[in-house]
């Protein structure tokens, strides 16, 4: 059974950092590109960040400077490190692999359950 599961999430203050993980079974995950998305009530998901297999990275324009991806095949593991967190980070974080180098959330097409941040105090 392919799987991806998060964890990671929680109550920040604005300023800390977060450190994300999303664990693959059931498939290799070196062969695909990972992506790390957000969703908040009542907006589409929007894509954070990607990594393709080569180890290609792209930010959206909103976490660049603050957000790392980063990815340990050995581990089967995909990580987010988030610094400097804002409210406006808030959001359930989904990570997905897929086949293509982009943040267009339609042709990922496996999605771990979400986990909530949240940036607040």
């Known amino acids: 059974q392919e799987q991806l599961v998060e964890s990671g999430g929680g109550l920040v203050q604005p300023g800390g950092s977060l450190r994300l993980s999303c664990t693959a079974s059931?498939?290799?995950?070196?062969?695909?590109?990972i992506g790390w998305f957000r969703q908040v009530p009542g907006k589409e998901r929007e894509g954070v960040s990607y990594?393709?297999?080569?180890?290609?990275?792209d930010y959206a324009d909103s976490v660049k400077g603050r957000f790392t991806i980063s990815r340990d095949n050995a581990k089967s593991t995909m990580y987010l490190q988030m610094n400097s967190l804002k409210p406006d980070d808030t959001g359930v974080y989904y990570c997905a692999t897929g086949s293509y180098a982009t943040m267009e959330k339609r042709v990922y097409d496996r999605w771990g359950q979400g986990t909530q941040v949240t940036v607040s105090g």
């Open positions: 990594m393709t297999k080569g180890g290609y990275t």
């Open positions: 059931g498939f290799i995950l070196d062969y695909y590109t």
